[in-house]
């Protein structure tokens, strides 16, 4: 099947600095990309829709200007959390689109455990 | 938008028996059902879908069912064995012009006991 990864796998940051995440598809292309954060023991939220040349959909109650997503070309996205802070500890995941292999089927990338001391 | 409601929570069977998790759906236009399977840690994979044109899927142990009119769809899992004890998302989309955001229902955590 189709292969997403993720870097990095894990991060440790200090209070009030910034994080980039990249989300990669390996071996397709991907018009639109989706950032997920997922907190312990409970469920996946859609955080962003993020689509190819073009600005990303936020989800109600995620503020744009602190978790700012790019979507440079057809195999990658990145979610850069700015100015981070204890409470945005969590695990990202992001996931991917193959719209060219004849489904809509999502493929979700290994996650990466951010951690803000 | 949509609401997609998953239950049991948590889901304790025997080696051998048989496991069936429940979701319901609030969006009638959603078409597209998958179900994810996920370790601690891992990144969640896809073990089966159904699409809202079938009733019924089936994929060796694996089976989903769709009622559309009712809005829901469940996941059968036969012969279950030690390693399917993971975590179980079902969830829901409109394919096709819908933006395919999928809604996730909130997980049942499955323990298949020796």
């Known amino acids: 099947g189709a292969v997403v990864s993720q870097h990095p796998s894990r991060v440790i940051c200090k209070s009030g600095t910034s994080v980039k995440i990249e989300c990669r598809s390996l071996?397709?292309?991907?018009?639109?990309m989706f950032w997920y954060r997922q907190f312990p023991k409970q469920s996946l939220m859609l955080m962003a829709t993020?689509?190819?040349?073009?600005?990303?959909?936020?989800e109600q109650g995620v503020e744009k200007d602190k978790f700012l997503i790019n979507h440079a070309s057809l195999t990658l996205s990145t979610l850069t959390v700015t100015s981070a802070h204890p409470e945005d500890s969590s695990f990202y995941i992001c996931s991917a689109r193959d719209a060219f292999g004849g489904t809509d089927t999502q493929y979700f990338g290994p996650g990466t455990r951010l951690t803000v001391l | 938008g949509e609401n997609v409601e998953q239950h049991p929570s948590t889901l304790s069977v025997q080696e051998g028996d048989s496991a069936v998790i429940k979701c319901t759906y609030s969006?009638?236009?959603?078409?597209?059902f998958p179900w994810y399977k996920q370790e601690l840690g891992k990144r969640p994979q896809l073990i089966i879908d159904i699409r809202s044109n079938v009733g019924e899927k089936k994929d060796q142990r694996i089976a989903v069912t769709l009622n559309k009119t009712a809005k829901h769809f469940s996941l059968h899992i036969t012969e279950t064995q030690p390693e399917d004890s993971a975590v179980y998302f079902c969830a829901a989309s409109k394919e096709g012009g819908g933006g395919n955001k999928l809604t996730f229902g909130t997980g049942t955590q499955l323990k298949v006991e020796l």
């Open positions: 071996d397709f292309q991907a018009t639109t």
């Open positions: 969006d009638s236009a959603s078409n597209y």
């Open positions: 993020s689509n190819e040349g073009s600005k990303a959909t936020y």
